[in-house]
């Protein structure tokens, strides 16, 4: 329970450390926190899989993120995994865990964004370093529940 | 038994939030006793012959002040499971909510008023 606290806590210092000043962006700032959730999932994925086997295939790493990363570091799994089978996963938390104190309903939804920059760049790092190139975005309509989507870049 | 209402203050007095229940504002009325009991793990409460209030401190100082009608029980675990259930899980841990400022949150307001009404002390009010 304790160290889940240091990482909600510390996050939530992230967050409020890249948008405090003036001079810089939102956009600036969302992908200061993208970039530090990529750095963390690279090398977080290595660790958390170095007992798993080979993957068979791309809905299998997808099924591997839903799972057992999302076990890991949110503590639940993802409610609900989609595709289109052409490269474009969309993943439903119903309670993502950091919007989950914040509320519940459309109060704070314009702040809601900030709060997901992280998690988009740890699947986006976790997925490179298991040779899936992708861009991930994130989507909240109605607090705690979100959905990240994942768009694979072929070729 | 009922809750009349709630107060918190932070450490400077400063009141953060307020919630009422079922209030009947008795101006004027004589105390006629007034008996501070249980004064340690920071629970303190006192009793007129209307109503009686009920204060939880906690170790950092916030201050809940809750108050009930003159035999009401089991207010003390009610207000250490507001501390614990709702303002440490819904503000503290809340990155909308500054501390020590008045708060805002309606998540905060929702669950308070859910656990208040889900207390035996609350449930079991007369008609």
């Known amino acids: ?155 | 038994m009922t809750i009349y209402n709630l107060y918190i203050f932070d450490r400077d007095g400063q009141m953060l939030h307020y919630a009422e229940w079922v209030r009947k504002k008795q101006s004027g009325m004589s105390r006629s006793q007034v008996s501070p009991v249980d004064l340690r793990e920071g629970y303190l409460t006192y009793c007129t012959n209307k109503y009686r209030l009920h204060l939880f401190e906690t170790p950092s100082r916030i201050k809940f002040v809750l108050n009930t009608d003159a035999v009401a029980t089991g207010i003390k675990e009610l207000l250490h499971q507001i501390y614990t259930q709702v303002y440490v899980e819904y503000v503290v841990f809340n990155p909308m909510c500054p501390l020590s400022k008045p708060i805002e949150s309606e998540l905060f307001a929702a669950r308070l008023d859910e656990v208040v009404r889900q207390s035996p002390a609350y449930a079991s009010r007369p008609a």
């Not at chain 1, 099924?63 to 799994?77: A, E, G, N, R």
């Not at chain 1, 040779?131 to 991930?136: D, E, K, L, R, Y």
Request: aromatic share 10%.
């Open chain 1, 1 to 155: 329970m304790a160290e889940e606290a240091v990482f909600d806590l510390i996050h939530m210092e992230a967050v409020s450390y890249v948008f405090q000043g003036e001079k810089i962006s939102e956009d600036e700032a969302v992908a200061k926190l993208e970039h530090m959730g990529f750095a963390t999932g690279y090398r977080l994925v290595e660790r958390l899989t170095r007992e798993s086997g080979r993957f068979k295939d791309e809905l299998d790493i997808m099924k591997y993120i839903c799972k057992d990363l999302w076990v890991t570091v949110y503590k639940k799994q993802i409610d609900n995994l989609r595709t289109n089978h052409q490269g474009v996963y969309v993943l439903h938390d119903n309670r993502f865990r950091f919007l989950s104190h914040m509320a519940a309903g459309k109060q704070y939804l314009q702040y809601a964004p900030r709060y997901l920059a992280f998690t988009c760049g740890l699947v986006r790092g976790c997925l490179a370093n298991l040779g899936v190139t992708c861009v991930v975005t994130a989507e909240v309509t109605q607090l705690p529940a979100c959905k990240f989507q994942i768009q694979v870049q072929r070729g």
